[in-house]
C-alpha cells in the first residue's frame, strides 16, 4: 500500500521481438461515425508518411514526450488510406474514410507495452509487462511512468474502476494493483494464481480472470477479494445483461480449444452453445450493440454472439494468422488486431470487414482500447509504442 515512484526505474532484460512475437502465437495457439467498407483482400494500405518528431516535440496529429524519464518518447503521424485504380475525380476507386495512425515512443527502452484503458481522468493509462510499470497518457500526448511497488510483477491488463482510479492485473506478483490519476498505487495479493485479463462490471466491483488458477475473482473498490471457480477462463467482458462473459479453454476436440461462457455476480456459471467445431474464441468484449464479439484463433475471424448465444463468423481478410486484440470503437464498429501481420482491422455491426497495414515494421500489434478522445488505442509491443487511430 504504498505510493509509485516516477520512472527510474530497475527493469528486466526484454525478449527479442522475432522471439517474443513467436512466443505469442504459441501461446494463443495452446464525433461522425466512420464506416468501413470491404476492399478486398488485396488492398493493403498506403501509407503516406508525416514527419516524425524527436521527444517532447510536435507531431502531425500529436506530440508525445515523458516526466522525468529521459529518451525514448516521440511521436510520428502517419495517413492511412487503402490503394485501388483511381475513378474519375483521380482517387482510388475503393477510397476509405481516411484517417490517421499516430505513434508514440514509450520512454523506457524494451518495456513491452502490453494492454491500455481510457481512465476516468481523461488520459490513457497502459502497462508495461517487462518495464514493471503503469504508463499514463495525457491528451496532449506527454508520458509519465509509475514503477509498481512490487518487482518483477509482470503488469497485464488494465481497466478504469467505478471509483475513479484505474486497476490492473500483476500476472507474476498475483495481485490486483490499483493507480490513482496522480499515479499513488496500491497493490492487494489474492488468494489464486496467474491473473490476467479485467473488467469493470455492472456491478460496481472489478472481475479479473485466473487462467491457471481456474478462477474467476472479484474485489471491490475497497480491495475485498471474492474468487469463484471456473476452468482455465482467458479474457472477461462485462457483457449487456449484467453477467460477465468470458472465454475458457477446455480443450475437447468437439468444441476446439476454448468456448464462450458466462457468470453471475453470484459465481454461477453457464457455458454457452459451441460456436461449432475448430473454432477457438480468445479475447472478448461487448459491442455498443449488446451484443458479445470474440476473436478466434482457429476460425480465422471474428464472431459475433447475442445474449441467447446465437454465433455469426465473420472471416478475417487476412487467414492464416489469427487476430488478437479486440475492442468496441467510439465509431461503433469492432475493431481488431492481426498480430503477426501487422493489421488492425474494422467490422462494422453488419459484418463488414476492412483490415489496414500498421507503418511501423515488426510491430506485433496486440491488446486494444476505445479512448476518452474518440480514436480506437492500441500497443505495439515488438515496436515498443503506443498508437491511436484518429477516425
Known amino acids: 500500500m504504498s505510493p509509485s515512484h516516477e520512472s527510474s526505474h530497475a527493469i528486466r532484460p526484454a525478449a527479442d521481438p522475432v522471439w517474443f512475437a513467436a512466443w505469442l502465437l504459441a501461446?494463443?495457439?495452446?464525433?461522425?461515425?466512420?464506416?468501413?467498407?470491404?476492399?478486398?483482400?488485396?488492398?493493403?494500405?498506403?501509407?503516406?508518411?508525416?514527419?516524425?518528431?524527436?521527444?517532447?516535440?510536435?507531431?502531425?496529429?500529436?506530440?508525445?514526450?515523458?516526466?522525468?524519464?529521459?529518451?525514448?518518447?516521440?511521436?510520428?503521424?502517419?495517413?492511412?488510406?487503402?490503394?485501388?485504380?483511381?475513378?474519375?475525380?483521380?482517387?482510388?476507386?475503393?477510397?476509405?474514410?481516411?484517417?490517421?495512425?499516430?505513434?508514440?515512443?514509450?520512454?523506457?527502452?524494451?518495456?513491452?507495452?502490453?494492454?491500455?484503458?481510457a481512465g476516468p481522468d481523461g488520459n490513457m493509462w497502459?502497462?508495461?509487462?517487462?518495464?514493471?510499470?503503469?504508463?499514463?497518457?495525457?491528451?496532449?500526448?506527454?508520458?509519465?511512468?509509475?514503477?509498481?511497488?512490487?518487482?518483477?510483477?509482470?503488469?497485464?491488463?488494465?481497466?478504469?474502476g467505478p471509483d475513479g482510479n484505474v486497476w490492473f492485473t500483476e500476472s507474476a506478483g498475483n495481485k490486483i494493483g490499483r493507480i490513482t490519476p496522480a499515479g499513488v498505487i496500491t497493490e492487494f495479493l489474492i488468494s489464486g494464481r496467474n491473473p490476467g485479463?479485467?473488467?469493470?462490471?455492472?456491478?460496481?466491483?472489478?472481475?479479473?480472470?485466473e487462467t491457471t488458477g481456474n478462477q474467476i475473482g472479484r474485489i471491490t473498490p475497497t480491495g475485498t477479494v471474492t474468487e469463484f471457480a471456473a476452468t482455465q477462463p482467458w479474457y472477461i467482458t462485462a457483457g449487456g445483461d449484467g453477467n460477465l462473459w468470458f472465454t475458457q479453454d477446455l480443450g475437447t476436440s468437439t468444441t476446439g480449444n476454448r468456448v464462450v461462457s458466462k457468470m453471475t455476480p453470484q459465481g454461477k456459471v453457464t457455458q454457452l452453445p459451441s460456436p461449432g467445431p475448430n473454432t477457438s474464441p480468445y479475447t472478448i468484449t461487448t459491442g455498443v450493440d449488446g451484443n458479445v464479439w470474440f476473436t478466434d484463433v482457429l476460425a480465422f475471424g471474428i464472431g459475433r454472439m447475442t445474449?441467447?448465444?446465437?454465433?455469426?463468423?465473420?472471416?478475417?481478410?487476412t487467414q492464416g494468422t489469427s487476430a488478437y486484440g479486440i475492442a468496441a470503437?467510439?465509431?461503433g464498429n469492432i475493431w481488431y488486431t492481426i498480430l503477426m501481420a501487422g493489421k488492425i482491422g474494422c467490422v462494422t455491426p453488419t459484418g463488414t470487414v476492412t483490415e489496414y497495414t500498421i507503418p511501423t515494421k515488426n510491430s506485433y500489434p496486440q491488446l486494444m482500447a476505445p479512448g476518452a478522445d474518440g480514436n480506437v488505442w492500441f500497443v505495439e509491443t515488438g515496436a515498443n509504442k503506443v498508437a491511436y487511430i484518429v477516425l
Open 27 to 117: 501461446f494463443v495457439a495452446a464525433s461522425p461515425t466512420a464506416s468501413c467498407r470491404s476492399v478486398g483482400p488485396s488492398a493493403d494500405a498506403t501509407v503516406e508518411v508525416g514527419v516524425p518528431s524527436s521527444g517532447g516535440g510536435s507531431a502531425v496529429m500529436g506530440t508525445a514526450g515523458s516526466s522525468g524519464s529521459g529518451g525514448g518518447g516521440g511521436s510520428s503521424a502517419v495517413d492511412v488510406r487503402d490503394s485501388g485504380a483511381p475513378d474519375a475525380a483521380g482517387e482510388p476507386s475503393n477510397r476509405l474514410p481516411r484517417f490517421s495512425i499516430v505513434e508514440l515512443g514509450v520512454p523506457t527502452p524494451a518495456s513491452s507495452p502490453w494492454a491500455l484503458a
Open 126 to 160: 497502459f502497462t508495461e509487462h517487462d518495464g514493471n510499470a503503469i504508463g499514463r497518457i495525457s491528451p496532449d500526448g506527454i508520458i509519465t511512468e509509475f514503477a509498481v511497488p512490487t518487482a518483477a510483477s509482470e503488469p497485464a491488463e488494465i481497466v478504469a
Open 307 to 317: 445474449i441467447d448465444g446465437t454465433t455469426s463468423y465473420f472471416p478475417t481478410m
Open 329 to 331: 470503437g467510439p465509431d
Open 197 to 209: 485479463a479485467i473488467t469493470a462490471g455492472g456491478d460496481g466491483n472489478l472481475w479479473f480472470a
